[in-house]
C-alpha cells in the first residue's frame, strides 16, 4: 500500500511517521511532500528522532527501523504520489490554498486515489467543492500528537464505495476513524476550541492567570489544562480560525467571537521556559473557573450529540482518546448529575448573551449510550461490537455489563435475527487486568467469575444465534467469551491463547470448562497449563471455529448466519455435559510457571469437567479464588502491572 502526506510542518512528518509504523514490513511506501527543502529534512529528521527513540525504549528493533527507511520517501515533487492509494492533504487551514493543492494532487493520483484533507474547522462540503472526484475526497481531522493518537475525524462523501474504503484505510494505517457531521470543526474542536477561548477570556478578565486555570482545570476534569495544551500544539491562531468559523455558521452568535487575547499573544508560548506552570488560587475564584469551563465543556458537548454531529458513544469516546480529558465527557456529565449539569449551564447563560443551553440539558435529561459497546444493524443481523483499541479491547466489569444489555435488547428486537459479537479491530485482549489485580479477596475473585459467567450465560442462552468474529490476539476472556457464543469465526490473524498462567491466575470466564469441550482434553489441557498459542488453521481444525479462517471474519460470520436462517447449517451453545478426563494427563514444559496454580488448573479441569457445565463453572469459580491465597498470584499479577506481558514473572511455586 502506497499512502502520501503533503506537508512537512507542524502534524504533516508526526503523520507520516505514524503511517510508517502501521505499514512497516507490509511492503508499499510512505512519501512524505512539501515544496520546500528545508520543511522537508526538517521532517525527515523529525522522523529520525523518533525512530532512535523508539529503538532506545525498545518499542522498535533496529531490523524494524531500516525496513522504515526503506519506506519512507521525501519528495519536492507532487508527481511522485501518483501510484499513491490514499493521500492525506496536512499542510495549511487556509482553504484557498487546500483548493489548490487538491487540484494539483487530482492532476497526477488516479480516480480511485482516496483523498483525505487534515482541518480543525472547514466543512468538507467547501474543501471538495469543484473536485474533479468529489466522492473520494473526506476531512480526516487527526489530533495530537499525530503520530500516536488513534482518533481521527471523518467527514463522509455520501459515497457507500469510497466510505467504506476510506474507513477501512484508516483502520489500516492504526487509526480509529470516528464520523461526523459536515459541521464547523466538526465534534472534537467544537468542544475544545470554546474550552479554550473561556479559558483565554478568564485569564483576559484578570481573574486568574494561565497556571491557576490549568491547575484547577487538571483537578477537576483531567487533560492538563487548555494553556498546557494550546502550548503544545501552538493552537492560538488555529482556535481564532475555527472560533470565525463557529461564529459565521448558522447556528452562531457572538458569543464565539475571538477574544482578542489569542490574536494578542499569536504563537508566543502561554508558559515560557522557566515559567510555573501550575499555581494555586483562592477557593472562591477556583470555583468561578470550574462553574465556567464545566458549563462550556458540557453545553458544547450536548450541542453536538442534540444537533446529530455525532454520535453519542463516539463522542464520549473521543473526548477521552482525543482530547485527554479523564473520562468521556458525557460520562463526566453524568457525575454531575442532570440538576447540577443544567443549573451550572444556565447560570453561566445568564451572564453570557449568546450562549444557548441544549435543549435536552435545560429540561434536565441527559443522554443514554453505550461507552465501550457499539452496537449496528445491518438488515436483519446485529453487530456487537467491543470497542476499547486503546487496551486492546478488554474487556472491563462495564463492558461486560453493556454486553449483557446490547444482547438483551437485541433478544426482544423483532427486526433482529442474528447477531454477530466482534470488537472494533477483531482483537480481544481478555479481561482488564488492572480490574483483577485490585481484587482484595479469595471471596472477591469468585464473585468476579459468577458475574462473568452471569454475562456469558446471556449470550450461551439468546434464542437467537450469536456468531463470534475475531482476529489478531485473542486471549483469556475475550476467548472464553467467544467460547459462549453459538459460533466462531476467525481471521487469518489470529492468536487465540489462554495465558492466565503468566499472570499467576487459572481461567475464571469458563476457559477450563468450555475449551476442553470444544477442542479436546489434550490440546486444552496443554494451552491451559502452558499458555500455548494457536493460529486460525488449528483453531479451525480443532474445532473452536466452525468455518475456515476468513479475510474478513465479520462478513463470513454474517454469511454463517444466513446459512442458518436458511435452515442449512445448525449451530448451538458448547454441549454442557460431561467430559471423560485421562487418568493420566501427558506431560507439558512448564517453563517457568507456577507450580502452585498448576495444580489448581489440573484440579479444576479434573473436577469440573466431570460435571455438567453449570456445576463445573462454579468449580472454576472456586479454583480462582483459590488463587487469590497463593503468593504467586500477587507476584504475577505485579509483574504484569510494572513490566508488560513479555517479561516472565519469577515465581515461587507457593
Known sequence: MNVGVIGSGSIGPDLAYGFLSALAGAGGKVFLHDIRQDALDKGMARIETY?????????????????????????????????????????????????????????????????????????????????????RCFVNHPFFPAWRSPPVEVVLSGDEAFGARMISTLKRLGKVPIVTADAPCFAADDIFVNYCAEAARIVAEGLATPAQVDKVVDEAVGGGGPFNVMDLTRGNLLNVHCLELMRDAP????????????????NEPWFPPGVARRASCDEAVAKVIRDRIVAVLVSRTYFVVENGICDASDLDWLTHNALGFRTGLLEFTETLGPAQARQVCADYAAKHPGFDVPVGLAEGKLVTYYRDVVVTRED??????????????????????????????????????????????????????????????????????????????????????????????????????????????????????????????????????????????????EMLRTAKAIGAKDAYEWGWAQVPPAPDPVEAAKKLLGSVFAGDRKIAPVDPSPVEVPAK??????????????????????????????????????GFARCKNTVDMDIGMKNFMQNGPRVPAAFLHE
Not at 518499542?59 to 521525501?74: F, G, N, T, Y
Not at 483548493?99 to 483523498?115: F, G, N, Q, R, T
Not at 512448564?590 to 463453572?617: F, K
Open 251 to 266: 447556528t452562531g452568535s457572538k458569543w464565539f467571537e475571538p477574544p482578542p487575547i489569542f490574536l494578542k499573544q499569536a
Open 51 to 135: 525512530m532512535r527513540k523508539a529503538v532506545a525504549r525498545g518499542k522498535l528493533s533496529a531490523s524494524k527501523v531500516e525496513r522504515m527507511r526503506d519506506q519512507i520517501v521525501p519528495t519536492l515533487e507532487i508527481g511522485d504520489l501518483a501510484k499513491c492509494e490514499y493521500v492525506l492533504e496536512a499542510a495549511t487551514e487556509d482553504l484557498k490554498t487546500k483548493k489548490a493543492i487538491l487540484a494539483k494532487l487530482e492532476s497526477v493520483v488516479s480516480d480511485d486515489c482516496l483523498i483525505g484533507f487534515a482541518t480543525s474547522g472547514i466543512p468538507r462540503a467547501s474543501i471538495a467543492e469543484g473536485t474533479k472526484v468529489p466522492a
Open 380 to 525: 436483519d443481523v446485529a453487530i456487537v461490537r467491543v470497542r476499547r483499541p486503546e487496551a486492546r479491547n478488554a474487556l472491563c466489569a462495564r463492558a461486560m455489563k453493556e454486553i449483557a444489555d446490547a444482547m438483551r435488547v437485541l433478544e426482544k428486537d423483532d427486526a433482529i435475527r442474528g447477531i454477530v459479537f466482534s470488537s472494533y479491530d477483531g482483537a480481544l485482549a481478555g479481561a482488564d487486568i488492572k480490574e483483577l489485580a485490585v481484587l482484595p479477596d479469595a471471596k472477591a475473585c469468585e464473585e468476579s467469575c459468577l458475574n462473568g459467567y452471569k454475562v456469558l450465560e446471556v449470550i450461551a442462552n439468546l434464542s437467537k444465534p450469536v456468531v463470534a468474529a475475531v482476529d489478531g490476539p485473542v486471549m483469556g476472556g475475550g476467548a472464553e467469551t467467544c467460547m459462549a457464543c453459538h459460533a466462531r469465526v476467525v481471521g487469518p490473524n489470529l492468536m487465540l491463547a489462554q495465558p492466565e498462567v503468566n499472570l499467576g491466575i487459572i481461567p475464571g470466564y469458563g476457559g477450563t470448562q468450555r475449551l476442553p469441550r470444544l477442542v479436546g482434553v489434550e490440546r486444552a489441557v
Open 585 to 622: 494427563l501427558a506431560p507439558v514444559e512448564l517453563a517457568h510457571r507456577s507450580l502452585a496454580i498448576d495444580e489448581i488448573i489440573v484440579d479444576v479441569v479434573r473436577r469440573g469437567l466431570a460435571l455438567p457445565l453449570e456445576q463445573g463453572l462454579k468449580v472454576e469459580a472456586d
